[in-house]
């Protein structure tokens, strides 16, 4: 199976009261490029997750985002620092013995938000390493069968230009041998009424010559041949994108070649129609990877 290099996948999981999220974008690029956006807590699990990538995808441009945010499920990710409340505390208590009713009460609240009370809970990247691996893991998954989806999808639009193809070989096929037939009498007509001797011998000859030119067989067979390769490569699957690029030149040239030596107007429409197919093919084929 094919895949293509544009996809997306997201993942989700939750440990201690911390969730984790990760968003996978990819789309089609030469190589293999990762970019990644990651809270400060993971920085040091960038290499980690750069081989994990690496190991999975061949090509694309892929697009990693990272988050941890407090679970609402879970644990409060904030804790309470004692010695820091225990201390405000007292210095109310203090306050108030001096003050008395000359200051107001405060309130549970006033007192949580006194520098230091309130500490947020500091993320241990060694106890959540392993949840944010399985986490990017299935993110890639998810990335993996939607490529593989965008793959199949192309296979078929491929099989299908290929199939549009033969058709315009079938159709040069037939036009050549009438087209051939129709210059050679058009050639001896001229003569005819020239009024200029027709030289039988040499005539032959000059037709040998033009045919040995205009002949299409071996352009045609190469395009079928190329054909069958890249309808092989696709039922084969796997990173092969570089490889149907390259067989694009290869039919191109053919279908270059095939409109040069064209000695009829089907022949030339179908050599243009030949190159629009492929120039269709080629569009589609830089999405694979």
């Known amino acids: 199976m094919i895949h293509s290099m544009t996809g997306f996948g997201r993942a989700e999981a939750d440990q201690q009261g911390i969730s984790i999220q990760i968003e996978i974008r990819s789309v089609n690029q030469r190589h293999l490029d990762v970019y990644l956006r990651l809270p400060e807590a993971l920085n040091s699990l960038e290499a980690k997750i750069r081989e994990q990538v690496k190991q ?3 090509r694309g441009k892929v697009d990693i985002g990272i988050r941890l945010n407090a679970s609402s499920s879970g644990e409060s990710a904030l804790t309470m620092n004692k010695s820091k409340l225990d201390r405000v505390l007292q210095l ?6 001096q003050a008395g009713d000359t200051v107001a009460k ?4 006033e007192v949580l938000q006194w520098d230091g009370v309130l500490e947020k809970q500091s993320i241990g990247t060694e106890q959540i390493e392993p ?4 986490c990017l893991a299935e993110a890639l998954l998810q990335l993996i069968e939607s490529r593989q989806r965008e793959g199949a999808s192309l296979a078929i639009t491929l099989q299908e230009r290929v199939s549009d193809i033969r058709t315009q070989i079938d159709r040069i096929n037939s ?8 210059y050679h009498a058009r050639l001896r007509q001229k003569l005819e009424d020239t009024a200029i001797a027709v030289d039988e011998q040499r005539l032959a000859q000059e037709l040998v010559i033009f045919a040995q030119k205009s002949d299409l067989e071996e352009e045609l067979d190469r395009l079928g ?3 069958d390769e890249m309808l092989r490569i696709l039922s084969q699957g796997g990173p092969c994108g570089r490889k149907l690029d390259f067989l694009m030149q290869e039919l191109n040239r053919e279908a ?3 409109a ?4 009829h107007t089907d022949i030339t429409q179908a050599a243009v129609e030949i190159k629009v197919l492929i120039e269709q093919m080629r569009e589609q084929i830089q999405n694979i990877e």
């Open 106 to 109: 405060a309130n549970a609240l």
């Open 175 to 182: 036009a050549y041998p009438a087209a051939r037939e129709g």
């Open 56 to 58: 999975t995808l061949a």
């Open 225 to 227: 041949v190329h054909l």
């Open 131 to 134: 949840t944010v691996m399985n």
């Open 256 to 258: 270059n070649t095939i």
């Open 260 to 263: 040069s030596k064209s000695i």
């Open 92 to 97: 109310l208590h203090a306050v108030y013995q």
